[in-house]
């Protein structure tokens, strides 16, 4: 989604901004700008497409500037245009970049065109130009022009502004969208992501909710939201960008399939051993507070919601804890009832997702008793803002259909299902067995990619289709929900998920040879249920694809394509499962041609709502 570089400094930022930039490109965005000062000189530059369309258009002339700001812009009020593309301006002599979304932005468009200001785009955004220009008009000063326009603005900004008569500073200003300060010798930088300013700097401040600060070349200021002057301290980060290049696979989402193993290896590591976990796993005295746990509630959305979905099945069959999971936008807005000893999870590969953090916000005021997350990225809102926190460790994902993000959070939950049954009294033989299943899982994916070759050759047969039906039961639902889902996002052929019992009532109406039925069937007690499932959509001439073991007795036949995968233990399955149902995705959208890595309209980190 939406992303922000800036920069003041001695020497020309025009690099540092753009290498910001495709820094920030895999999170997905529609067009690129950038805003340069340079002896009280303001230039833009933005075009539509990819960074490098911008790249492409700065030369020497409108590419060089001591203090910027720049933005990949995802589009929200207005359509993909050059004009509508970030930064927006003001009188020619401001220019603002903003993440997140004014939401009572007619409004002040109405108040600031009576006033005389003309609009040139249909965005939230130009208000906070013209905002901040009618307050400096008042007070002749950038960071009180600021303070002043935010209590006016409704719903999410992480912004930046620069005046071309200061050119030695950028306002910034956050809440509800993230923003981190990058101090540097003699220059400082501001971002919505730290790792767009890994190449200049590792010493940051993040921002907290309601901050506004003025940074200088030399100095960062910062007042918080009562309006006091406040210091926040700068801390190193050792957060590792390891995205590096594709290497010899064709897109970033292949090299993350087969990243598996490895990032698994590096999740279980140090946490799990043939005798259990470690004590406290999740967290200072985490141990007291599942003991305690009566009730878990799962908040998460997209991918991770289904991570969640699956762990609901396992912490309530094998730690015997009621659990429910949720979709954080549903969450929020509604009234929900919290039972005593509560314990609220959340799961976020970003762990930026605006819904899943303003959720993680709500439990805290409806007294759920601790909060955990369960995230990707250290440091990040929902980890910094959470009580306990558990890091999956995939390393950085880039193609924006989560793979690795999605095995490692299930890896993860599964330890955590462990650690809390340990406190719930799960069984001895129950415990080893999981704790077996666990540590032969990065094995057991490295034969299943083995089966690569055969599901390519499966892929041509959804070349033409439009439709698709997914199926599994159990713990394998929601296997077959992530495997609907990454077929959509990245081929684009409409697919949906069923648990199989309810085939009857109503997805059976849509059984032809025009709608492949994707079936994951692990060998276990639903493997009968899932048998009568398949001859049901036999009977009504479907084409069927089905995942299963050598032992449940499933044959390739001429309405049945049926793909081995290895034999493993009950738990892990749903890890197992779900690595073909990620290639079949990949190889579809291969020979259907989609930008795979980036599909079309969709973003990595959902900043907004
Ligand atoms: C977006 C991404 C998905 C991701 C979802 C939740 O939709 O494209 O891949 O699953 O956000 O993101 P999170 O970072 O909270 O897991």
Not at 181 to 188: D, F, Q, S, V
Not at 213 to 236: L, W
Request: with cysteine.
């Amino acid at each position: 989604m939406c992303g922000i570089v800036g920069a003041v400094a001695e020497r020309n930022v025009v690099q540092i901004l753009l290498e910001g930039l495709r820094r920030l490109e895999y999170r997905g965005y529609d067009s690129a700008g950038v805003a340069l000062i340079r002896e009280n000189n303001l230039s833009i530059v933005k075009r539509t497409g990819k960074v490098q369309a911008l790249v492409d258009a700065i030369d020497e002339d409108n590419g060089k500037g001591t203090t910027g700001v720049a933005h990949t812009r995802w589009a929200t009020h207005g359509g993909v245009t050059e004009v509508n593309a970030h930064p927006h301006y003001s009188h020619d002599r401001f220019a603002v970049v903003h993440n997140g979304i004014i939401e009572n932005h007619k409004y002040l468009r109405s108040e600031l065109t009576q006033k005389g200001f003309e609009f040139v785009s249909e965005t939230d955004t130009e208000t906070i130009a013209h905002n901040i220009a009618a307050n400096m008009a008042e007070t002749g000063d950038l960071l009180q022009a600021v303070l002043t326009a935010v209590k006016g603005f409704e719903g999410a900004y992480g912004t930046v502004v620069i005046d071309k008569q200061n050119p030695n500073e950028m306002v910034v200003a956050r809440s509800g969208s993230p923003l981190v300060i990058g101090l540097g010798i003699g220059e400082n930088f501001v971002a919505s992501d730290q790792m767009a300013l890994f190449p200049v700097t590792r010493r940051f401040i993040f921002l907290q909710e309601g901050d506004v600060a003025k940074i200088t070349r030399t100095s960062v200021t910062i007042i918080d939201s009562d309006g006091n002057e406040v210091e926040r301290e700068a801390t190193e980060s050792n957060v590792q960008h390891d995205a590096g290049d594709k290497g010899t696979y064709r897109h970033y989402m292949l090299k993350e399939i087969y990243e598996q193993p490895d990032v698994i290896r590096n999740t279980l590591k140090e946490r799990v051993t043939t005798d259990g976990l470690t004590d406290n796993l999740f967290g200072p005295n985490s141990d007291v507070i599942f003991e305690k746990t009566n009730y878990i509630k799962i908040i998460a959305c997209g991918t991770s919601y289904h991570a969640g979905v699956t762990a609901k099945y396992w912490l309530e069959q094998y730690a015997g804890v009621h659990c429910d999971v949720e979709i954080a936008s549903e969450f929020r807005y509604r009234k929900s009832f919290v039972p005593d000893n509560s314990l609220l999870i959340t799961i976020s590969q970003s762990g930026e997702t605006a819904d899943t953090l303003a959720a993680l916000r709500l439990a805290k005021e409806l007294g759920y008793m601790s909060s955990l997350a369960i995230c990707n990225v250290d440091g990040s809102s929902l980890v910094r803002e959470s009580e306990m926190s558990f890091m999956t460790k995939a390393g950085t994902e880039v193609g924006v259909a989560s793979t690795k993000a999605f095995t490692t959070q299930l890896a993860s939950l599964l330890m955590l299902t462990i650690s809390i049954g340990q406190q719930k009294g799960m069984s001895s033989d129950v415990k080893s067995s999981m704790l077996a299943g666990l540590s032969s899982l990065p094995t057991k994916l490295e034969e299943t990619l083995a089966l690569s070759d055969e599901i390519e050759d499966l892929a041509e047969e959804f070349a033409d289709k439009y439709h698709s039906l997914f199926l599994g039961r159990g713990d394998q639902y929601p296997i077959a929900m992530e495997g609907a889902l990454k077929l959509k996002e990245i081929s684009y052929i409409h697919a949906e998920a069923y648990a199989s019992g309810e085939l009857k009532h109503g997805p059976l109406a849509l059984i032809d040879a025009d709608m492949p039925v994707i079936v994951v069937a692990p060998n276990n007690e639903l493997l009968e249920k899932l048998h009568s499932n398949v001859e049901e959509v036999r009977a009504r001439g479907g084409i069927m694809y089905v995942f299963a073991d050598k032992e449940s007795q499933f044959e390739s036949d001429e309405t049945m394509r049926v793909v081995n995968v290895p034999n493993c233990k009950d738990a892990i399955a749903p890890i197992i499962y779900t690595i073909p149902l990620q290639l079949l995705s990949y190889y579809v959208a291969l020979i259907k041609g989609t930008d795979v890595d980036q599909p079309r309209n969709l973003a990595k980190s959902v900043t907004v709502e």
